[in-house]
């Protein structure tokens, strides 16, 4: 994947860190701003993967949520807020998101 495939969203010490990693596409945006800017994005869908600050889901609406939750392209990734709260996923939800199916499924 090049860097120009990924997009981060978030305050400034969330994207810093991707930004000197050289992704190309970081915003440093929050509230509302940056919930356009995700908005643009995901609906381009110009980017393999657009990762979001846990704290911009907050200014999203629940169809937005929806949206990014279940996006296959862009795949939609909140990491965790650089307030310490974090909302955790487990890695079967994650992959009963992204891939659709329950790979732990025994029956």
């Known amino acids: 994947m090049k860097s120009n495939d990924v997009a ?3 305050e400034r010490e969330a994207v810093l860190g991707f930004k ?3 992704v190309r596409n970081v915003f440093m ?13 995901l609906y381009q869908k110009a980017h ?3 990762i979001v600050s846990e704290d911009v889901r907050d200014s999203l609406d629940n169809k937005t949520i929806y ?7 862009p795949i939609v990734l909140f990491m ?6 974090r909302t955790e996923e487990s890695l079967e939800e994650f992959s009963k998101r ?10």
């Open 29 to 41: 945006e929050t509230g509302e701003k940056a919930a356009d800017k995700l908005k643009d994005l």
């Open 80 to 85: 965790p807020s650089m307030k310490g709260e």
């Open 20 to 22: 000197l990693l050289g």
């Open 8 to 10: 981060v969203i978030g």
């Open 67 to 73: 949206d990014a939750e279940n996006s296959l392209r």
């Open 48 to 50: 393999d993967l657009i």
């Open 98 to 107: 992204v891939l659709g199916v329950d790979i732990w499924n025994k029956g």
